[in-house]
Each structure stands twice: as structure tokens, then as C-alpha cells.
């Protein structure tokens, strides 16, 4: 294990990181004065802008398009087809094959054909249903059996070996195989898919988009319309969320409303349609996948082989990232001594779908906790006893891709006091005797871990860049490559750099993300935002500050140990200056006060051709025992308790970092248990609005919700402040949930396996209650 650094010294000086302070828009959300996209005033004569789309086609050639009723409806400016795309008709994030406007076929439902621009929204909306566009059909390929049958794929298939998985379950005493199907998630972000273009002198644009990632923005819009990315600028303040919903979905709308700018000259709107918005955004990918583990009567692993078949869609969006990370979690805490886990990307004619927090780690995590189940049920033994058992440790902490864990110590003494906190042997003890003398209604309790791995798995994003200006009246302007969707990204980093520069809060102004000050910013995702760019703002004010120790010391003839900052101030020796003062002193001598930082994640060394390296730069770990009632004549479930203990390292902000794994559950308790997304057999998504998709509310929390961060010692990587990151991990320590549901179902029919899949909804619920109860019976 790495040792951990002696800070001893640092921690009684830290005046601003560290510290429960309200998020920077606290105040603004609650009282609603917090400026988004739809918020920002409207230059005079702004259009806006409604997609056209073939409502009763799911999958066909497109054999004509009749617009002339579009074009003559009063207060319709312009429409636009593919044809009037000046440069490349592609918002993908990578290989070329998510066309911004449909040319010679409908993909999926939903694809957007044409673009109706209109004095407004409502003008422009009831025109798009005018257009007659007329279809011939083809048989779609829904579902991952289709695309297995069709082997169709939208890229090549990956896989992870290490030993001889086929010896090792030929040599293990018991053997289980098995199948589940695991559902996507809607993202279901407050604030929909919207972006507004201001067409700027010489062909260029600036761009308001709801984007986690707004240098995609900015090249996309520059290739839909053949100008150097230098001529357009995109912009975000905040998003009402994203969740990975605008990592690259939000493409596609930045670059409907720039083509519409560039076409009329005018300031154009998109704003989605909640229904439109769910129909023609991708979701979270969904599996199905086939398991087989084997293992010794103890219910220790000696080989696993898993098949993730995933589907992906019509293009490949960022499924590539997706499916590894999924394979990269599939063995959740636990050591597989030999393992093959394959991932099929299979192509769907169904909305492509993409990035989701967790980034398909949660899918892969949630199969290997299928395994653990497996096993303890069918050797009639506790599950927290088999996971325990199959924990990475000191002579057994290679990873299938052969990354060390090095802080497995964390992982034990985490799990061991959650143990103890949750009461869960007590609580076995009394669920064991009410599932005995109860009929109808069945308890479970499961304890689980999570082991997240925090970087990008694809090497070069893991980079930032901020520029942070010192003015001479002491004020701090800080920019950075990020973005703020609600998860307190913008505090954190204004935090360190406050404590940098020894000022008080206020005098750090957070500006929005901007690709004309900070350039080639990589997205905020993969739960490594505050990792970078804090790290990068820290480093652009220590330059700052360094500079102005030299010139103090010169100034004064004295040594650097004689200097300090802080409370506002600069302390030279036994005088005492306002940073103001020190600054103006400064720009009279002529030194720069500003300073465009850098950070690159050291010793990432990932080789995914050779499947070798280090694909993260270290471990975040948590863990959750949640205990639910199912009640086995209806399938309905309600969650008693939950008690969770989650590692962020020293946490730079604690009640920001309670409020993203509280809300990391709730939303992964949604996908495992009521967030269920349904196709028709033609391929349309019936799910498409929130009379028939079902989010948590605060009646599915429970009473009991006690979330707590672990005692750490602080993170053995260089990491800002010795931090964790937190904003993904959460939402795996929802499969406690999902386990304590088959927990309780199995207590129906001993040592067998029920056959519960994900979310595990009444109905699911009832299925495997029912297929239960026929195996009893056939016993």
C-alpha cells in the first residue's frame, strides 16, 4: 500500500478547503434567480427553432419530404434539411456517424429530418408537424438478441483475459451459469437539451449550450459549418443537470440553432420538447449479460467468464468508453483469479445511447454482485460472508487488466465499520425470523462495496487547463475547462483557490466555462472535474503568488520565509499589507498577474491495443446495507433503511460531497428499481414522458438514510488537498438495493438462485416470485 503523506502540518492553515460552504448557486436556486440558457435575455428579432421528424416511421428509406406546408405557415422564416448543411453534416464525438439532419433514410425513431425556424417557439413547433415525409419501411433491429442474431455491431468486440478461464471453471468444484438482463436509465434532467447562437463579424458564433463538454461544441458547430474552430465560441454558466445526458447529445442542438443563426443572421433558440427530448436523446446502455463462475465450496472464486452484450444503438456515440468501463467494474471489489469478460457493442435501430454517470461502470459492477449472490445462495451462506471472502488483499490484488489495488486496506475497514455501524448480523437475525413467520411479506438486507476507478480510461482526456487573473483592487477572476451542473463543481475549485491566495471567499469571482479563455477543455465526466481542474486553477495561482513572493523579496530585501497570505492579507516580515495593495505594488513593477494553468494526470499508462498499463490514477471506495420488504402478491418493494459510508479522501467540501452520494443513490435506486424504458415492437419508445417513466420522489427514501463519509487518512495520490472524487461512485451503492430485492425473494425457496432482473419493478418482482414458487413446488 502506498504510504500516506505526513500532513500533519497542513491541516490546522487551511482557512477555505475542507469546509461545509453552500454551494456558489445556493441562494440563486432556491430563489430562482439562477441564470440558465432559457433564462439569458434575447437580442432583438431572436428565432427559434423546433426539429421535424417522421413521427409515424421507426426504420426505412426515405422516399420524399413535403415541406411546402411548413414553408407557407405565417411566421415560419426558414427550414432546413441536410442540404442546407454548408460544411459536414456529423455531430458525433468521434467517428463520423450521427448525422445532425437525416439524408437517405430514418436510422430510428425520433431522427431529426428538418429544422423549422419561426418568429416562435410555438409557431415553430406547430409547423414541424406539417412536414410529410414519406417512408419506406424496413425491419428494425431492436433488442440485443436481434443484433446478435443479425451480428451487427457498431464496433469491434473487446475483451479482457487473464489465465485460463476455461481450465479454471473445468477445475473448480462448483460451477453456475446464468443470464440477466439489465436496464438503461433516462436521464431525465431538469433542464432539457437547449442552446441558443449569436452569429458574430467575420462568420463567427458564439454559442450558449447546456453542455458538459463545450469544446465538442464549439469543433461541432464548426464542422456543420466549415469555419475554423477559432471562430466560434461556446459558452455555459450552469446546467440544470446533465448526468452524462450532455457529454455529446447536446451536439446536435448547438449545431441546429448555429446553422440556423448562419442561415438568417439572427440569434436562434433550440429548446427541446421534454416528450421530443427523451424520444431523441440516448439513454443509458442497456445489457444483456450471460455469466458462468466458478468457485469452491467456501464460495471462493477460481474463474469467472462474462459476456456483456450491450446495446448501443444506431451509431457508436461514446459507446467505445462505455462498454470498457464496463468491463473494467465488472469485477466490483472482488479478485478473479482467471476471468475472460467480453463486451459486444451491438448496433440497434434504436436512439444511439451514450454517457450515463457511472459510464457503464455500474452495469458491470452490478453483474458481479449477481455472481456473489449466486454463490451464496446456492451454498446457503450469507452473501457479505462470500463477498468478504473474495475481497481484493494484500496476495491477491491484480485486476484483470492487470492494475494493482493498492489501498485494499481502505476497502476492508471501510466495509468492517459499516458492518458495525449498520448492526448488520443483528438485523440477519431478525429479518431471518420475520421471513419465517410471514407468508406474504419478505424482508432482505445486503451489504455491498464499491471500488471506482477515477480517470478517463482514453488517455488524453485526462487534462485541464485555468486561467486565473489577479486584479489590482484584490479581486480574482477564475475561469476553468469545466462545467457546473449542479454538482458543485465551480465551489470546490473557487475554494482552492481562495486558499491559495489566503482571501476570503468573496473575493474569487467564478465566471462561466468558455472556450476563448480556457481552449481544447476535455468534458466534465468521469468524475474526475475537480481532480483536474482544481488541480490546474491551484497551479495557475501558485504561479501567480510566486511571482509576487519574488517580487516581495526583492521589494524588501528579505527571504521568502519571511512572507505569508492570509486573511486577506500579505504579512512581509512584521508589516502587513491588503492583497490589493501587494497587487498594485506589483503591476507597478511591471509583473504578470495572470496565469493559464496546466494539469495532466500523472502515471495514467493505459494501452488498450495491448489491453496493458494503468487505466486510473487510483480507487474511490464505499459502501452502502440497505434492507427493503417485498411484498410476493404484488411485487411492490418499499426500502426500510439504508446506511451508507462512502470515502472521499480529506473531502474539500463535505456537505457538497453528502449531497452528491445522497443524490448518487436516489438516482441509482431509480435505475435498479422503477426507471424502466419500453419499446414497442416497432421500435418506439413508449417511456417518453413522466406519466409513464417513474424518477424517485422523496416518498421512496427511506426514514432511516444515514449517509456518512469514511474517516480518511486522505488519498495516497497527489490529488488537490488529498481529495476523492465522488461524483460517480454514489450511484453504484445503489446495488444494495437491487440485492437485498433478491435477498428477499430467495428467502422463498432455498439455495435457489432467483432470476430477478434489473429494475426489478412490481412486475419484475413478480416474475421472480412466481418462477420461485414453481421451482419450489417442482422440488
Known amino acids: 500500500m502506498t504510504a500516506q503523506p505526513d500532513r500533519s502540518q497542513e491541516m490546522p492553515t487551511l482557512k477555505n478547503v475542507r469546509k461545509a460552504l453552500p454551494h456558489d448557486s445556493a441562494e440563486k436556486h432556491v430563489t430562482g434567480t439562477a441564470t440558465y440558457i432559457d433564462d439569458a435575455v434575447e437580442p432583438s428579432g431572436t428565432l427559434h427553432v423546433a426539429p421535424g421528424w417522421a413521427r409515424h416511421a421507426v426504420r426505412g428509406k426515405l422516399l420524399s419530404i413535403d415541406l411546402a406546408d411548413v414553408r407557407s405557415t405565417p411566421g415560419v422564416v426558414a427550414v432546413l434539411t441536410s442540404e442546407d448543411i454548408p460544411g459536414t453534416n456529423d455531430c458525433s464525438s468521434a467517428f463520423g456517424d450521427d448525422p445532425v439532419l437525416a439524408e437517405d433514410e430514418i436510422l430510428f425513431f425520433g431522427q431529426v429530418v428538418f429544422a423549422v425556424v419561426a418568429e416562435t417557439r410555438d409557431i415553430a413547433r406547430k409547423a414541424a408537424l406539417k412536414g410529410k415525409i414519406d417512408v419506406a419501411p424496413i425491419t428494425p433491429i431492436l433488442t440485443p438478441e436481434d443484433a446478435v442474431a443479425a451480428d451487427t455491431t457498431v464496433l469491434p468486440d473487446y475483451q479482457f483475459r487473464r489465465g485460463s478461464p476455461e481450465t479454471g471453471l473445468q477445475a473448480s468444484k462448483n460451477i453456475l451459469s446464468g443470464s440477466m438482463n439489465i436496464g438503461g436509465q433516462e436521464h431525465f434532467y431538469l433542464e432539457g437539451q437547449v442552446a441558443m447562437a449569436t452569429p458574430q463579424e467575420d462568420h463567427g458564433m458564439l454559442v450558449l449550450s447546456s453542455t458538459q463538454h463545450p469544446t465538442e461544441i464549439q469543433h461541432t458547430v464548426a464542422k456543420v459549418l466549415g469555419v475554423p474552430d477559432a471562430t466560434v465560441t461556446a459558452e455555459v454558466r450552469r446546467m440544470g443537470g446533465g448526468f452524462g445526458g450532455k457529454e455529446s447529445q447536446a451536439n446536435q442542438w448547438a449545431a441546429l440553432a448555429a446553422l440556423a443563426a448562419a442561415r438568417t443572421g439572427k440569434t436562434c433558440k433550440v429548446r427541446l420538447d421534454r416528450d421530443d427530448d427523451m424520444i431523441m436523446t440516448g439513454k443509458r446502455h442497456d445489457f444483456k449479460v450471460n455469466w458462468k463462475v466458478g468457485h469452491d465450496d467456501a464460495g471462493l472464486i477460481r474463474a469467472v467468464d462474462l459476456e456483456f452484450l450491450a446495446r448501443c444503438g444506431y451509431s457508436a456515440d461514446l459507446s467505445l468508453g462505455v462498454n470498457d468501463r464496463t468491463m473494467f467494474h465488472a469485477d466490483s471489489s472482488y479478485f478473479y483469479p482467471d476471468a ?21 461502470g455500474p452495469q458491470g459492477m452490478l453483474a458481479a454482485e449477481r455472481l456473489i449472490d449466486a454463490i451464496a445462495i446456492s451454498l446457503g451462506k450469507d452473501p457479505l460472508t462470500v463477498r468478504k471472502l473474495n475481497f481484493y488483499d494484500g496476495e491477491r490484488n491484480i485486476t484483470p487488466y ?3 489495488v493498492e489501498e485494499f486496506e481502505v476497502m476492508h475497514d471501510l466495509i468492517s465499520t459499516l458492518e458495525a455501524k449498520s448492526e448488520y448480523w443483528i438485523r440477519r437475525e431478525e429479518i431471518t425470523a420475520f421471513n419465517e413467520n410471514n407468508a406474504v411479506l419478505k424482508k432482505g438486507v445486503a451489504l455491498t462495496p464499491v471500488k471506482f476507478g477515477i480517470s478517463f480510461t482514453l488517455k488524453h482526456l485526462n487534462q485541464a487547463g485555468a486561467l486565473v487573473h489577479l486584479y489590482t ?11 457546473e451542473m449542479g454538482q458543485g463543481l465551480y ?11 489566503g482571501v476570503t471567499m468573496d473575493k474569487v469571482v467564478i465566471t462561466a ?4 479563455k480556457v481552449p481544447n477543455t476535455g468534458p466534465t465526466a468521469a468524475s474526475s472535474g475537480t481532480d483536474l481542474n482544481a488541480m490546474a486553477a491551484r497551479i495557475a495561482a501558485q504561479e501567480i503568488k510566486s511571482r509576487l513572493i519574488s517580487f516581495l523579496c526583492e521589494m524588501h530585501q528579505c527571504g521568502q520565509d519571511v512572507i505569508f497570505f492570509g486573511e486577506n492579507r500579505v504579512l512581509v516580515g512584521d508589516k502587513g499589507y491588503t492583497l490589493a495593495e501587494v497587487a498594485k505594488q506589483a503591476h507597478a513593477g511591471r509583473i504578470q498577474m495572470s496565469h493559464a494553468g496546466f494539469y495532466a494526470t500523472p502515471g495514467i499508462t493505459w494501452d488498450r491495443e ?6 486510473f490514477y487510483y480507487f474511490a471506495f464505499g459502501g452502502a446495507c440497505s434492507e427493503v420488504t417485498i411484498d410476493t402478491m404484488t411485487g411492490e418493494m418499499i426500502v426500510d433503511r439504508v446506511d451508507i459510508l462512502h470515502d472521499v479522501g480529506h473531502s474539500l467540501n463535505p456537505a457538497i460531497d453528502l449531497g ?3 443524490g448518487g443513490f436516489v438516482q441509482g435506486l431509480g435505475w435498479l428499481t422503477t426507471e424502466e424504458l419500453v419499446w414497442d415492437e416497432e421500435g418506439r419508445l413508449r417511456t417518453h414522458a413522466p406519466s409513464t417513466y417513474k424518477i424517485p420522489t422523496a416518498s421512496d427514501i427511506p426514514d432511516h438514510f444515514d449517509v456518512q463519509l469514511y474517516d480518511s487518512s486522505g488519498n495516497p495520490q497527489d490529488t488537490v488537498y488529498r481529495s476523492k472524487a465522488v461524483g460517480e461512485p454514489p450511484v453504484m451503492l445503489a446495488n444494495s ?28 418482482i413478480m416474475r421472480a416470485v412466481q418462477d420461485m414458487r414453481r421451482r419450489r413446488a417442482g422440488a
Do not use: Y
Open 513 to 516: 466555462t468558455n472556450t476563448s
Open 737 to 764: 438495493v437491487f440485492c437485498a430485492i433478491n435477498d428477499a425473494i430467495a428467502s422463498l425457496a432455498p439455495f435457489e438462485i432467483p432470476n430477478l432482473d434489473a429494475p426489478a419493478t412490481p412486475e419484475a
Open 402 to 404: 492487470g492494475m494493482p
Open 473 to 483: 483592487d484584490g479581486s480574482i477572476h477564475l475561469n476553468h475547462g469545466g462545467t
Open 660 to 662: 452528491q452520494i445522497e
Open 491 to 501: 465551489q470546490k475549485v473557487a475554494q482552492v483557490v481562495a486558499e491559495e491566495f
Open 340 to 360: 475472460s469478460i467480453r463486451s459486444r457493442r451491438l448496433r440497434t435501430d434504436t436512439c444511439s445511447n451514450t454517457a450515463f454517470r457511472g459510464f457503464g
Open 610 to 615: 495491448t489491453v496493458s498499463g494503468r487505466p
